[in-house]
């Protein structure tokens, strides 16, 4: 079993800062990608961005230059830097993790933490 523990999210003013984190643990033989997706009020699931074994990055246009994500391979931990935050920002935010397991290839979401971004 492998699970993601979310932190850091909250409430900010628009220009603001908020660091977020996703924590993995359980049985797992590696980290194939973790990343971050949002999901606002009536709208789908996006990808934020996307930080591969390899280090390779990824992120939503609309996030370029704003958001940095990075990881602590020693604590399988991934962060969401994010800074210049406006109200599009607002969502929640999933933490999701790639695996290989004995059993494949698994993908594992959190449970979600909720930015919000006042004007």
């Known amino acids: 079993q492998v699970q993601l523990v979310e932190s850091g999210g909250g409430l900010v003013q628009a220009g603001g800062s908020l660091t977020l984190s996703c924590a993995a643990s359980g049985r797992f033989l590696s980290i194939v990608t973790m990343g971050w997706y949002r999901q606002a009020p009536g709208k789908q699931r996006d990808l934020v961005a996307l930080?591969?074994?390899?280090?390779?990055?990824n992120y939503a246009e609309s996030v370029k230059g704003r958001f940095t994500i990075s990881r602590d391979a020693s604590k399988n931990t991934v962060y969401l830097q994010m800074n210049s935050l406006n109200s599009q920002d607002t969502a929640v935010y999933y933490c999701n993790g790639r695996f290989g397991t004995l059993l494949g290839s698994r993908d594992v979401w959190g449970q979600g933490t909720q930015v919000t971004v006042s004007s």
């Open positions: 930080i591969a074994n390899g280090g390779s990055t």
